[in-house]
């Protein structure tokens, strides 16, 4: 079993950055496909970005590149989610999910983290 722990949400004006952390606690996380997800008021969860086991692919959103951007550290045992140029419309609470597999479907990741909010206002 894996448990994530998020970190990092806040409260930011239109155009700040903030960095969202996610760590695991009992396991490594390098042995996972690792992704963040985020889910505003009333609408599904949907992807936002990914990133292999060696960190060597990434894969994101198109609402988000050129603005967010995943690393991890398997060093440290932390995945990263920077996000810049934040907008109004980034408002949602944040997951980190870890993957055997691969993908972009919520399906395809087997745990999840408790979420950090990320509210941007205008």
């Known amino acids: 079993q894996v448990q994530l722990v998020e970190s990092g949400g806040g409260l930011v004006q239109a155009g700040a950055s903030l960095r969202l952390s996610c760590s695991p606690s009992?396991?490594?996380?390098?042995?996972?496909?690792m992704g963040w997800f985020r889910q505003a008021p009333g609408k599904e969860r949907e992807f936002v970005a990914a990133?292999?086991?060696?960190?060597?692919?990434?894969n994101l959103a198109d609402s988000v590149k050129g603005r967010f951007a995943i690393s991890r550290d398997n060093a440290k045992n932390t995945v990263y989610l920077q996000l810049n140029s934040l907008k109004p419309e980034d408002t949602a609470v944040y997951y980190c999910?870890?993957?055997?597999?691969?993908?972009?479907?919520?399906?395809?990741?087997?745990?999840w983290g408790q979420g950090t909010q990320v509210t941007v206002s205008s």
């Open positions: 999910a870890a993957s055997r597999s691969i993908g972009v479907r919520t399906s395809a990741y087997d745990y």
């Open positions: 009992g396991r490594t996380l390098s042995t996972y496909t």
């Open positions: 990133i292999s086991r060696s960190g060597g692919a990434t």
